[in-house]
C-alpha cells in the first residue's frame, strides 16, 4: 500500500532518432541549456547597453573551460585510481564522469581568458553576466540525470520518493537540485532588474553562497560517490565549503563596496 505512494521512474535516455541518429535526454538538456543561457546574457548585455557581437565566442571559451574542468575534476577527485590505470579514458567524455565544482571553475577561467583576449567587458562584469545566466542551464542538466535516473539518493519512505533501477524508494536527489537552481535562476533575474550594475560583485557572491549551501546540505540526502569524512560529511560536501567560505566573503566586501567593473564600454541606444 505504501509503495503506490512512490514514484516510480523508468529511466529512458533516448529523446528521439534522426535516421540511424540518436538524440539523449541528456545532451539534449546541455543544448537548450546552453542556447537559453546565451538569450538570458543577450538579455543582460542588452539591458546594461554593451557591446554583444563576442558573445558567441564567449560562450564557446565557457563551454570548452567548463567541459575541461568538470572532467578533470572528476578524474583528480573521485575517480584518480581509476584514470591512472586507465589513462585514455580520461577522453572519454560520452561515458559520464563531470564534475560540478570543477565545471564551474572551469568556465571561470575560460571566461578568464576570453576577457585576455577580447576586452570588450571587465572580467567580474563578464563573470557576473555568466552568473545570472547560468542556473537555467544547471537544473535542466538535473533533470537530464534525472531521466538517465543518475546520482541516486538516499532510501526514503517520503511519499515523493522514486524508485528506480534497484526498487528502493530513494530521494530525488536531483529533482532538489534542479528545482533549487531553476529558482536561482528567477531570483537572479528579479534581483538584475532591480539592481543592474550598481553594486559589483553581488551576483556572484549570492550565487555562490546560496548554491553552494543549498548543494551542501541536498547532499547529506544523496548517496557519497567517494567517501565520508568525520562520519558526516561528503567528498562533495568538503569541495563545496571552500567555495561557501570564499561567497561569504565576496559577500561581505560587496556589500562594503570594495569592488568595481572598472571601465565599462556602452553602445548608444
Same mark, same amino acid.
Not at 558567441?56 to 560562450?59: I, Y
Not at 560520452?94 to 563531470?98: C, F, I, Q, T, V
Given at each position: 500500500m ?23 535526454? +541528456? #545532451? ?5 541549456? %546552453? ?8 538579455? *543582460? ?6 557591446p554583444?557581437h563576442?558573445l558567441?565566442?564567449? *560562450?564557446q571559451?565557457v563551454f570548452v573551460g567548463?567541459? %575541461?574542468?568538470a572532467?578533470?575534476?572528476q578524474?583528480?577527485? +573521485? ?5 591512472? $590505470?586507465?589513462?585514455?579514458? %580520461?577522453?572519454?567524455v ?5 564534475a560540478?565544482?570543477?565545471g564551474?571553475?572551469?568556465a571561470v577561467? #575560460? ?5 585576455r ?9 563578464a563573470?557576473?553576466?555568466g *552568473?545570472?545566466s ?8 538535473r ?38 537552481y531553476?529558482t536561482? $535562476? #528567477?531570483?537572479?533575474?528579479l534581483?538584475?532588474h ?8 553581488i ?12 548543494r551542501f ?6 548517496e557519497p560517490?567517494?567517501g ?8 562533495? $560536501?568538503?569541495?563545496s ?6 561567497? %561569504? ?6 556589500? $562594503? ?13
Open positions: 505504501l509503495a503506490n505512494l512512490f514514484i516510480h521512474w523508468h529511466p529512458n535516455p533516448d529523446a528521439f532518432h534522426i535516421g540511424n541518429i540518436t538524440i539523449k535526454w +541528456y #545532451g539534449l538538456m546541455w543544448s537548450i541549456g %546552453i542556447i537559453m543561457g546565451y538569450f538570458i546574457a543577450r538579455h *543582460v548585455i542588452g539591458v546594461l547597453k554593451l554583444v563576442r558567441g565566442l564567449a *560562450v571559451y567548463g567541459l %575541461i574542468g572532467r578533470l575534476a578524474v583528480i577527485f +573521485y575517480m584518480p585510481e581509476y584514470y591512472i $590505470q586507465n589513462p585514455i579514458k %580520461i577522453f572519454y560520452w561515458e559520464g564522469g563531470l560540478s565544482h570543477g564551474m571553475a572551469g577561467a #575560460g571566461l578568464w581568458l576570453f576577457c583576449k577580447y576586452p570588450d567587458y571587465p572580467f567580474l562584469l563573470v557576473e553576466i *552568473v545570472i547560468f542556473f537555467l542551464f544547471a537544473g535542466l542538466v533533470i537530464g540525470n534525472l531521466i538517465n535516473g543518475e546520482i541516486p539518493g538516499k532510501p526514503t519512505l517520503a511519499p515523493w520518493a522514486f524508485i528506480f533501477h534497484d526498487y528502493i524508494p530513494r530521494h530525488p536527489v536531483v529533482l532538489y537540485e534542479a528545482i533549487l531553476f536561482m $535562476q #528567477g531570483a537572479l533575474l534581483l538584475f532591480i539592481v543592474k550594475d550598481k553594486l559589483p560583485g551576483y556572484l557572491s549570492s550565487s555562490m553562497v546560496v548554491g553552494f549551501t543549498g546540505l541536498i547532499e547529506f540526502f544523496k560517490e567517494v565520508i569524512y568525520f562520519n558526516a560529511i561528503s567528498h562533495t $560536501q568538503m569541495l565549503f571552500p567555495f561557501i567560505v570564499l561567497g %561569504i566573503y565576496f559577500m561581505i566586501t560587496t556589500l $562594503q563596496g570594495r569592488w568595481t567593473y572598472g571601465n565599462v564600454v556602452r553602445i548608444s541606444a
